[in-house]
Nanobody, 127 residues
């Protein structure tokens, strides 16, 4: 089992930045790929970004490319999502997810392909 806990959400003005953290405990986190998803009110949960266990393979949704950066520090069992140039459309609950094997591609954009989930952290971007 892997337990995931997100933090770092909050209220920010449009154009601002936030860094989300996903802290993991349980099985060896460094062997798990990790992703960020988000869910806005009334909408389905959608893929944001993913990173392989070693950090060498990353993938992003088109809507966040060039603005968000996913990274990880396996020594700290933590994955980060640096979010810059935030827009009101980025307002959502952000969730961290994990799975053992990963090869980037649209297959991993589906929520059902991820095995472990955190409880989410709220990000609100005001205009």
């Amino acid at each position: 089992q892997v337990q995931l806990v997100e933090s770092g959400g909050g209220l920010v003005q449009a154009g601002g930045s936030l860094r989300l953290s996903c802290a993991a405990s349980g099985r060896t986190f460094s062997s798990y790929a990790t992703a960020w998803f988000r869910q806005a009110p009334g909408k389905e949960r959608e893929f944001v970004a993913a990173i392989s266990w070693g950090g060498g393979n990353t993938d992003y949704a088109d809507s966040v490319k060039g603005r968000f950066t996913i990274s990880r520090d396996n020594a700290k069992n933590t994955v980060y999502l640096q979010m810059n140039s935030l827009e009101p459309e980025d307002t959502a609950v952000y969730y961290c997810a994990g799975r053992a094997s990963y090869h980037s591609g649209s297959y991993y954009y589906r929520t059902e392909t991820w095995d472990y989930w955190g409880q989410g952290t709220q990000v609100t971007v005001s205009s």
